[in-house]
């Protein structure tokens, strides 16, 4: 809309009518048609039973969809195993975008004394309370890293 209204301001409510229709108008991967398609059909006289199988295939590719890209986004989660007895490093996950030093997100090593259901673990301390963190900031992968364990 910018590109289009260029010269005056005035020109915004001249064009929104223009914008909508190319909204309505524009191909939708996840419905696999126009939303205009789906509200009024493809012509004027379009029969009620057609418009709702079209609704209803709109329907399906959206659940296809969806499948698609639930499936993608599990794929791309590690399935993290915790043990009790397993040495872990905590990152510190809080964004600091200008430190001004050098130092490691990592603080521990902590034991795993406790796994709870969705990856929740309880770690502990030689000289502190025992908490409960979440096992995406936990690193269990440390063979080899520290050899003063």
Same mark, same amino acid.
């Given at each position: ?43 004027? /006289?379009?029969?009620?039973? #057609?418009?709702? !199988? =079209? ?5 399906? &590719? ?5 499948? %698609? ?44 004394? /406790?796994?709870?259901?969705? #990856?929740?673990? !309880? =770690? ?5 309370? &025992? ?5 995406? %900031? ?12």
């Amino acid at each position: 809309m910018k590109a289009v209204c260029v010269m005056t301001w005035a020109e915004w409510s001249d064009k929104l009518d223009d914008a909508f229709s190319a909204f309505c108008t524009a191909f939708k991967t996840p419905i696999g048609c126009t939303p205009y398609k789906l509200t009024a059909g493809d012509y004027p /006289k379009l029969q009620l039973n #057609e418009l709702n !199988e =079209l609704r209803e295939k709109a329907y399906e &590719n959206s659940l296809i969809y969806k499948e %698609r890209t639930k499936n993608l986004y599990d794929s791309k989660i590690k399935n993290r195993i915790f043990n009790v007895g397993d040495r872990a490093l905590l990152v510190n996950s809080r964004l600091e975008i200008f430190s001004g030093k050098l130092k490691t997100r990592w603080s521990g090593p902590f034991t795993i004394t /406790k796994v709870f259901p969705y #990856e929740t673990v !309880e =770690l502990s301390q030689p000289n502190g309370p &025992n908490f409960k963190v979440n096992g995406h %900031r936990v690193n269990t992968t440390l063979e080899g890293m520290y050899h003063s364990w």
